[in-house]
């Protein structure tokens, strides 16, 4: 992991693609080969599936976060978090505290970056050697298929990590709410993994040592509308990398897929909340007691569709495995130790592909 003077810290690269929303206004009919995927890499959902009626499980963050230990709504929501953990690894939250007018004005900022025209755009596109900015990831080579969307990365938190050259060069009110966002996501997502880590059965500390001061990265993700929707992914099917990623869907489009027992059910945005999943991280954390789930994003002809991932990670500096406690509880380490910048340098150098990024760290 390289250390940048002014440019925080650069986790990975990506070979740079053309704007996918320039691309979309030029009323083609027609999808260039690159976006074009073959049946099996498209895990669409049909109308006749029957895990269409499924739903994720909601969980109440205020009854989650309730200073009264001892009530029945905590404990129950406490139950509902480590069942929907276990079996699910997504979820949605409510009362999850993030106020409606700071979630408005992100949005309309969001949006605001993604309307820019190309030739401010371009002052903010990826370098050769840095995945922030705009452009897509995971993109190792040539010849690899592309998805149907346009992102925006930047490395978030803590703030030693930050490209402070790159906030200058955002629209100052973006970089302001992007910068509170990110804190209260931050918030968010340290509660919720403190309630996991009492579920697991791990104490205050351990967890704490872990998750406390995690890196943070963000990634927006515009699905401009496409013309032959069935032929391309707006996201190629993944498990993300992180310890938590907590997704804010800008639009009411549905798009987001989660695999669920080798079927996808459509998660349908719900007003005011978040999505949350599990991430290999906490895969490892919990030794293989919590999942990281296979998701994907679809496209429509008709509809452009936004969202806002934001990608909470473990302590850097702190070694990716498996909680020593649990290690001792299971008498087994399910997975291996290795160092937080290691983690993360193999993941970024390979492209995206199901779960596969997990299998090296299994024992
Ligand atoms: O846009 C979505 O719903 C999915 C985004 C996602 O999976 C990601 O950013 O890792
Ligand atoms: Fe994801």
Redesign the pocket.
């Known amino acids: 992991m390289e250390n940048h003077k002014d440019v925080g810290i650069n986790f990975g690269r990506s070979l740079i693609v053309p704007c996918v929303q320039e691309l979309a206004k030029k009323s083609i009919t027609k999808i260039p080969p690159r976006y074009v995927r073959q049946d099996h890499q498209k895990p669409f959902l049909t109308s006749s599936d029957d895990t269409s009626n499924l739903s994720i499980p909601v969980i109440d963050l205020h009854a989650l976060f309730s200073t009264d230990s001892e009530s029945s709504t905590y404990s129950s929501e406490l139950n509902k978090l480590h069942s929907a953990s276990k079996e699910w690894g997504f979820f949605q939250v409510i009362n999850h505290g993030i106020s409606e007018s700071l979630l408005e004005d992100f949005k309309s900022e969001v949006l605001k970056l993604f309307k820019l025209p190309m030739e401010e755009k371009e002052k903010l596109w990826q370098k050769e050697d840095c995945q922030e900015g705009f452009g897509q990831l995971f993109v190792a080579s040539e010849d690899q298929k592309l998805d149907w969307c346009d992102k925006f990365y930047v490395n978030t938190l803590p703030l030693n990590i930050r490209n402070s050259k790159l906030f200058q060069k955002l629209p100052p009110i973006l970089s302001e709410k992007v910068d509170t966002y990110s804190r209260e996501i931050k918030k968010v997502a340290v509660g919720i993994l403190g309630e996991m880590g009492k579920a697991l059965g791990m104490s205050k500390e351990e967890m704490g040592e872990l998750f406390d001061d995690g890196a943070q990265f963000l990634?927006m993700?515009y699905y401009p509308q496409c013309p032959e929707p069935e032929l391309a992914m707006?996201?190629s099917p993944?498990s993300?990398a992180t310890g938590l990623?907590i997704?804010y869907?800008l639009t009411k489009t549905t798009?987001?897929q989660v695999r669920k027992h080798g079927n996808w059910v459509s998660v349908k945005p719900l007003p005011n909340a978040l999505v949350v999943n599990i991430g290999d991280i906490m895969e490892v954390v919990s030794n293989g007691v919590y999942k990281s789930i296979e998701?994907c994003?679809t496209v429509q002809s008709n509809e452009e569709r936004l969202?806002v991932?934001t990608f909470y990670s473990s302590n850097m500096g702190v070694e990716v495995g498996p909680a020593r406690s649990l290690v001792a509880q299971h008498n087994v380490a399910n997975f291996r130790r290795v160092a937080f910048e290691e983690y993360y340098k193999d993941f970024f150098a390979r492209k995206l592909d199901g779960k596969s990024n997990l299998e090296f760290m299994k024992l």
């Open positions: 990634q993700n707006g996201f993944h993300d990623t997704l869907q798009g987001l998701h994003a969202s991932a």
